[in-house]
């Protein structure tokens, strides 16, 4: 019988947290989903003294000194005993039928590698938000994928987990999609709400989308990934990314408003970042022209 690991990884989210655990729990059968709550270095009073007592009440809880996101997200993993994860932020709600969606796809279709839906917004912000179907060129672009997305454990383990040195914390599943597309998996998009994402002002998310952040996020992800992002298909498109994550324009709509002060003061890694993608550009046009003038030419 297949079922789920919920991972609900927590850093002084004593507030929330009971909220997303009850999301879980009203899924009727609680043979299809284990619940594993990672504390990830809590100081705050509140929340340790919830997780002692969530701990001593049954629930299996982890604890390590603070070590970020992607660890938190890896440690508690590592001891899921189900097939398939469900990342869930100590913040957030699922709907019952995330559960129930997510182990009938993954069930009869073996490609299928991630399951995902849309979302309501609370909070801050009340609205729904409408995920894309799966797209690679937009993926590269931006993230359009919420962490709260259930996968198979063996891509997790395939393709080596979350990357724990992201120089930003809080798009560690945006790197994460980008592998598991590499590694030729599918995805499929439930056009349905299936969870709830709680809008905060305060947020780690309102952090990592400051600018200076972006800029090491998308620089960080453009280095890491530069045979995708130099695809000769969608290199128009992302050559705004390019020139995002090396600080040479302010904004991502392709009006290239330049910010000399950062132009000027590019490091020598950024230029050759830029280089490296003219080459790869060049070097696809020219492979293309050689196949069209001599078709019988062995690869």
Not at 25 to 54: A, H, M, R, V
Not at 187 to 211: A, C, E, G, P
Not at 219 to 239: A, Q, R
Request: aromatic share 12%; with cysteine; charged share 25%.
């Amino acid at each position: 019988m297949t079922a789920i690991s919920v991972i609900i990884p927590c850093y002084n989210d004593g507030e929330y947290i009971t909220e997303a655990i009850r999301s879980v729990e009203q899924y009727p059968d609680s043979n299809k989903y284990e619940i594993i709550i990672l504390n990830d270095g809590s100081t705050e009073t509140k929340t340790c003294e919830l997780l002692t007592s969530l701990s001593r009440d049954g629930y299996h809880v982890i604890n390590q000194p603070n070590k970020g996101l992607g660890a938190a997200r890896n440690r508690a993993i590592a001891e899921a005993k189900n097939e398939y994860i469900l990342p869930l932020d100590s913040d957030n709600k699922i709907r019952p039928d995330y559960i129930q969606y997510g182990i009938e796809i993954l069930d009869r279709y073996p490609d299928v590698g991630v399951v995902y839906g849309d979302a309501a917004f609370f909070g801050d912000k009340n609205t729904i938000h409408y995920v894309p179907e799966m797209d690679i060129v937009n993926l590269l672009h931006r993230n359009t994928i919420d962490a709260c997305a259930v996968y198979r454990k063996a891509i997790w383990n395939a393709v080596g987990g979350y990357d724990e040195n992201m120089p930003v914390m809080g798009y560690e599943d945006w790197e994460f999609w980008i592998r598991v597309i590499k590694a030729g998996w599918k995805f499929k998009h439930v056009n349905q709400v299936l969870f709830d994402y709680r809008v905060r002002n305060n947020s780690m998310i309102s952090f990592t989308n400051q600018y200076e952040n972006q800029r090491k996020v998308r620089h960080y992800m453009v280095k890491k990934h530069t045979d995708l992002y130099c695809s000769f298909d969608s290199y128009i498109k992302l050559l705004d990314e390019y020139l995002f994550a090396l600080g040479v324009i302010s904004t991502m709509d392709g009006k290239l408003q330049r910010c000399e002060n950062r132009y000027r003061s590019l490091r020598k890694e950024t230029w050759a970042l830029l280089i490296l993608f003219v080459k790869n550009i060049v070097k696809k046009i020219i492979g293309k022209k050689e196949s069209v003038t001599n078709p019988h030419s062995k690869s």
